[in-house]
């Protein structure tokens, strides 16, 4: 079952807080440790991608107003408590997996993605969304040399 990308989309000012690079590389070592529930792995070492992207430019809820009210969340690098931050996971993945791996995964890849963050948590304001799709694609076609440097798991 093929495809596994994880596509992570957050608010910039998080670039001068955090390492996304390590939480890249943390979530795709979470995705290549799953398994099913027959114990064989969940994703293929060649398939599976991690990638993040910066929203440079972005609004997130009230602009502020509710953190600013509550005050002080920790130090931050803005010093300001309504500096709100989030980050967004979407994990796709092809059709045929079970709701017990869905959940196996997703559960992984959240309290992988917590730990990261927990830093952050403690310094700012900042959501985090993980969603997994599933789906059956009406084109799909690959074209990689990735996959022979992996040898085929035993049927």
Same mark, same amino acid.
């Given at each position: ?32 440790? =799953?398994?099913?529930? /027959?114990? *064989?792995?969940? !994703?293929? +070492? ?61 559960? =992984?890849?959240?309290? /992988?993605? *917590?730990?990261? !963050?927990? +830093? ?36």
């Amino acid at each position: 079952l093929p495809m596994p990308h994880l596509v992570i989309l957050y608010t910039g000012n998080l670039d001068a807080e955090t390492d996304m690079r390590a939480l890249c590389r943390s979530l795709a070592d979470t995705m290549l440790a =799953a398994h099913d529930d /027959a114990g *064989k792995p969940v !994703f293929p +070492p060649g398939g599976t991608r991690v990638l993040a992207y910066p929203a440079p430019y972005f609004a997130v809820s009230d602009g502020g107003a509710a953190g600013r009210a509550a005050g002080p969340h920790g130090e931050g690098t803005s010093g300001d408590p309504g500096d709100y931050a989030f980050v967004y996971l979407n994990l796709r993945m092809a059709s045929g997996r079970t709701a017990a791996t869905h959940k196996r995964v997703g559960d =992984a890849l959240l309290m /992988a993605t *917590k730990a990261h !963050f927990q +830093p952050v948590f403690a310094n700012r304001y900042i959501g985090v969304t993980l969603q997994i799709d599933e789906g059956n694609e009406v084109f799909d076609a690959k074209h990689s040399n990735l996959h022979p440097l992996f040898p085929k798991p035993a049927a």
